[in-house]
């Protein structure tokens, strides 16, 4: 009798490790999806920023260490950097190229500009379509790391060596209004 109640205990142990392994699997791997969803906007915006910078260019000669600053950051090669140089690189172009689409408000001609436009339309999408994936990303980055951190799931998840997701976030001077002085 105590030999089937043992045999019992350890088959459902095996059980519970099976089945935690598993789920722990399918979410990293919806991690993975996220960020690679996440990863094809980023790179999209990617491609764009060299014909917003040119667009951009002929009316704010002037500006030029925005232009420098996104170029510069534009130039790395984005299939090479890891996940947190993308993090990083993206962060830094998203306040530069903030900056950029506020200078349409000191040229009235780039306003009117059909190039600029249909730029500045194409980025808005991409924006929205990055905010979107971001938010779908964290959600899924968190449902990831709370099942690594919780009771009992922990025990497998250090068992097997499964790691804590970074989450996409914002850093405090991206929360606060750019100012730009032209």
Same mark, same amino acid.
């Given at each position: ?61 002037? $500006? ?5 600053? +996104?170029? %510069?950051?534009? #130039?790395?090669?984005?299939? /090479? =950097? ?66 690594? $951190? ?5 025990? +497998?998840? %250090?068992?097997? #060596?499964?790691?804590?997701? /970074? =989450? ?15």
């Amino acid at each position: 009798m105590w030999i089937y109640l043992i045999l019992l205990i350890l088959i459902v142990f095996v059980l519970y490790v099976f089945l935690t392994f598993n789920s722990l699997i399918k979410l990293k791997n919806k991690v993975d999806e996220a960020f690679s969803v996440m990863d094809v906007y980023l790179k999209k915006r990617w491609d764009l920023i060299p014909n917003i910078v040119e667009t951009v260019r002929g009316y704010a000669s002037y $500006e030029k260490k925005t232009i420098e600053d +996104i170029i %510069k950051h534009r #130039n790395k090669i984005y299939d /090479k =950097m890891n996940i947190d140089e993308k993090f990083g690189t993206n962060k830094k172009i998203e306040e530069d190229l903030t900056k950029i689409l506020a200078f349409k408000e000191a040229y009235p001609d780039l306003k009117a500009n059909e190039n600029y436009i249909n730029l500045s339309k194409q980025l808005e999408k991409i924006e929205e379509d990055i905010a979107n994936s971001r938010k779908y990303y964290n959600a899924v980055v968190r449902m990831y790391n709370d099942k690594i $951190e919780m009771f009992p799931s922990n025990i +497998i998840a %250090k068992l097997f #060596n499964f790691q804590k997701k /970074k =989450m996409f976030e914002i850093n405090r001077d991206e929360k606060e209004n750019i100012e730009v002085n032209l």
